[in-house]
């Protein structure tokens, strides 16, 4: 699998925004965000034009000059930036490729959806092939057939291999994409470096019951109203591919590894981004997916995706930790569960000082290192409380269990509640917040019991463990302060290319904001 071309120029028509999550410090010198977070500093050149950008706001900005272009990559290639083009009628150089196993009705109607397009659906073994061999024929499709069952990602392998447009649609049998989503995700291809792009899939049921309602409120494939660069670390670190439409020549041969069943969504993403190839979610793209809603089958595949975790943690390693708390942010939290605010307030201060010293080279005064140490320690505490629902839900039912009688209890069931309730507040779905809970505790330990389950199995504890970012010694804190501050930095200029990254306009590098607040 070939990278994309590092010295491909953003075509100058092509808006951007700055992401909802990038705050912009010292004038614009200083910006924060992106996939995964992180601080950049940015040259003086670029300052004009990164006041433009937040001028603008969500409608974007197409600057055509070439500080403008290659601050608008850089912002795009961080995360901190999100593409907008503008929808493009077809026709469009893509094939559908659908693989299928039974379940002829879902898949007429998945080909009633697609489109005007060619269309390969792949039977994957089932036991009779004539209702998807009817279906196929009579929409057009062209049919190919495996003698047995393997598994998703050896039938879309299989289609894939058949396509020869520039594009292949990846469409589940049980996905209607809705008017207009190729229109949508075809521009953003545009941009070079872009391997894939995810549309938003939402269920779609004629169920009025409690998990109808639930899953229409928060359905595990949908993710989300906002666009996003997908990366690990970042805020979505994966898409799934029940709807993804690729470039044909990002991908390697077999690009789906056909041991896995499940997951292979998640390794295919992560495996590009290695490559440097960008994967991107544009919700303005709908799909609608038909839900599973009995009781038991819905937790069923919430623990089937939990047994991803053990074969994704040993195909990339580190990947799968359930937190990844800073030390100085434990000693606050673990301060606050004990009922000494004073002290929690005494020790952020203190690692907000010492970051602030680290920082000391950038244009910015104390309140960036405050709202870093402010920032991470609240996402640290959502972090903690996210694994007790899931990767560690034995100790978090235990804190649920003990929370009127400990107070360390009631500061665990504090962090693992605190987020759903404001997670129902933002969205009102049309369900109690008592339910609600209730189905997102059940939803959280289904998973968290496959993730336990898979890694029993495995006999590897890998993604059960947190990486706690401990602090460096303070000598070698104070000795690397400036080395670490000077490479804190994106510097865009106004002309020439950098011999180092070979992009135009473009030098420097971006360090991880995170791993300077984990080491304060």
């Keep these: 699998m070939s990278g994309p071309n590092d010295r491909f120029r953003l075509p100058d028509d092509l808006p951007v925004a700055l992401a909802r999550d990038t705050s912009l410090w010292s004038g614009g010198r200083v910006a924060t965000g992106g996939a995964p977070w992180k601080m950049v500093r940015l040259a003086e050149a670029t300052l004009p034009h990164v006041a433009a950008l937040r001028r603008a706001g969500r409608a974007g900005l197409a600057d055509p000059s070439p500080v403008g272009r290659a601050l608008a990559a850089r912002l795009l290639d961080l995360g901190m930036a999100d593409p907008l083009p503008a929808p493009r009628p077809g026709p469009h150089d893509v094939t559908v490729v659908i693989p299928a196993y039974e379940r002829a009705d879902e898949l007429a109607r998945s080909l009633e959806a697609v489109g005007d397009v060619p269309v390969i659906v792949v039977d994957d073994g089932s036991p009779d092939p004539e209702p998807l061999r009817r279906v196929a024929e009579a929409h057009g499709a062209r049919l190919v057939r495996h003698a047995r069952n393997r598994g998703p990602a050896a039938a879309r392998n299989t289609g894939l291999r058949l396509v020869r447009t520039r594009f292949a649609a990846l469409v589940d049998s049980d996905c209607r994409p809705m008017d207009g989503w190729l229109d949508v995700l075809v521009p953003h291809f545009d941009d070079a470096r872009v391997a894939a792009v995810a549309p938003r899939i939402v269920p779609e049921s004629d169920g009025t019951g409690l998990l109808a309602r639930y899953e229409t409120a928060r359905s595990a494939l949908d993710m989300g109203l906002r666009p996003a660069l997908v990366r690990p670390g970042g805020r979505l670190g994966f898409v799934p591919t029940a709807t993804l439409l690729v470039r044909v020549a990002a991908l390697p041969d077999d690009p789906f590894d056909e041991d896995l069943r499940l997951g292979e969504d998640v390794d295919l993403v992560w495996r590009l981004g290695d490559r440097k190839w960008n994967v991107r979610y544009e919700p303005a793209a709908r799909v609608a997916h038909t839900p599973r809603l009995h009781p038991v089958a819905w937790a069923k595949r919430r623990h089937e995706y939990g047994t991803s975790a053990a074969d994704l943690a040993r195909r990339h390693p580190g990947r799968l930790a359930p937190a990844r708390p800073s030390a100085w942010n434990l000693a606050v939290l673990a301060l606050l569960a004990r009922g000494r605010p004073g002290m929690a307030a005494g020790v952020a201060a203190v690692a907000a000082a010492l970051l602030a010293r680290r920082l000391s080279r950038l244009p910015a005064d104390w309140s960036l290192a405050a709202a870093i140490v402010g920032k991470g320690t609240a996402a640290d505490a959502a972090a903690i409380g996210h694994a007790l629902r899931r990767e560690w839900w034995p100790l978090g039912l235990v804190a649920l269990a003990a929370s009127p009688h400990s107070r360390l209890a009631r500061a665990a069931a504090a962090a693992m509640l605190a987020?759903?309730?404001?997670?129902?507040?933002?969205?009102?779905?049309?369900?109690?917040?008592?339910?609600?809970?209730?189905?997102?505790?059940?939803?959280?330990?289904?998973?968290?019991?496959?993730?336990?389950?898979?890694?029993?199995?495995?006999?590897?504890?890998?993604?059960?463990?947190?990486?706690?970012?401990?602090?460096?010694?303070?000598?070698?804190?104070?000795?690397?302060?400036?080395?670490?501050?000077?490479?804190?930095?994106?510097?865009?200029?106004p002309a020439g290319r950098d011999p180092r990254s070979g992009r135009p306009g473009v030098s420097g590098s971006a360090r991880r904001g995170r791993r300077a607040a984990g080491r304060r």
């Design 419 to 493: 987020p759903i309730a404001l997670e129902w507040l933002r969205q009102r779905p049309p369900i109690d917040p008592v339910r609600y809970t209730a189905l997102r505790l059940a939803e959280d330990v289904a998973y968290g019991s496959g993730v336990t389950a898979a890694s029993a199995r495995a006999r590897s504890a890998a993604p059960l463990l947190p990486d706690v970012r401990f602090p460096e010694s303070v000598s070698s804190a104070g000795a690397r302060a400036r080395e670490a501050a000077a490479r804190w930095i994106a510097a865009v200029r």
